[in-house]
């Protein structure tokens, strides 16, 4: 509680243990007074609060075209390169990623399923994928379709790809830890929704539910499913739409 700076709830808390020492020793359950006297003396103070170390993201849009364009152009694993793309136009965590299996893709509906062992909030996840990704993805089916998992481990049967795996082909594309991770990703498509939010009409609890963020409307999300997927829907083929014209070549 000191390192968090809460000294008012702190010397609420010393107060209570001091009094329940000092009935102790009144009632002659403890002999000495030399624990509590200590504690009674003891003062907190404030703590100076550490550097908190977020995921590095590139923001600036050159540089994300940059990092896009690397990724279209990736020559270090076919595989690798749509586990990218896939991290790039979902926004979703690495976990999720890498254990998405072709049964939790739904190309009629356009919707990943993810299943909620995969979700950090162990949660369900419905998302809706854009045109852009479900291009992708049948590129990708022509390669992995035939197995369990998108991005299967080439060298062990029925198991997935790593989790370090995209982190090293952002690494392999020249971008340090500190310029980019593949958990930035997401910070990455939360910041420039944010930027463009009034001019695109991106309201921001759906760019939340997209990232599986828990959001103010938590009831409305239970009994409104089908329409937050649509609303998020609106958000993601943005999203991809705003990556496809910072290809190379697009004006």
Not at 35 to 41: C, R, S
Not at 125 to 132: I, K, R
Not at 148 to 176: D, P, W
Request: hydrophobic content about 35%; overall charge positive; glycine content about 4%.
């Amino acid at each position: 509680m000191e390192q968090h700076n809460k000294l008012e709830t702190l010397s609420r808390i010393k107060r209570v243990i001091v009094n329940v020492f000092k009935f102790a020793y009144t009632e002659n359950i403890i002999k000495e007074t030399e624990i509590f006297g200590k504690l009674e003396l003891k003062t907190f103070k404030i703590q100076k609060k550490k550097d908190i170390r977020n995921n590095p993201a590139l923001t600036n849009q050159e540089d994300i075209k940059k990092l896009y364009n690397s990724i279209l152009t990736y020559k270090y694993g076919i595989i690798t390169k749509y586990a990218l793309l896939l991290t790039m136009h979902t926004a979703q965590r690495q976990g999720s990623i890498i254990t998405a299996k072709w049964s939790d893709i739904d190309f009629d509906s356009k919707v990943w399923n993810i299943p909620a062992e995969n979700m950090k909030v162990k949660k369900e996840h419905n998302l809706p994928l854009s045109n852009q990704m479900i291009d992708y993805l049948k590129e990708l089916y022509l390669i992995t379709g035939t197995d369990k998992y998108l991005f299967h481990n080439q060298q062990y049967k029925n198991k997935f790809i790593s989790e370090n795996t995209v982190n090293n082909a952002i690494r392999k594309m020249g971008f340090t830890k500190e310029q980019q991770t593949a958990h930035g990703m997401r910070a990455i498509f939360k910041t420039v929704c944010k930027e463009n939010q009034e001019k695109h009409n991106l309201n921001n609890e759906f760019v939340e539910m997209v990232l599986a963020h828990k959001t103010a409307g938590a009831v409305e999300q239970t009994y409104n499913r089908a329409k937050n997927i649509e609303d998020m829907r609106k958000i993601v083929s943005w999203w991809s739409e705003y990556l496809e014209n910072l290809k190379d070549g697009v004006k």
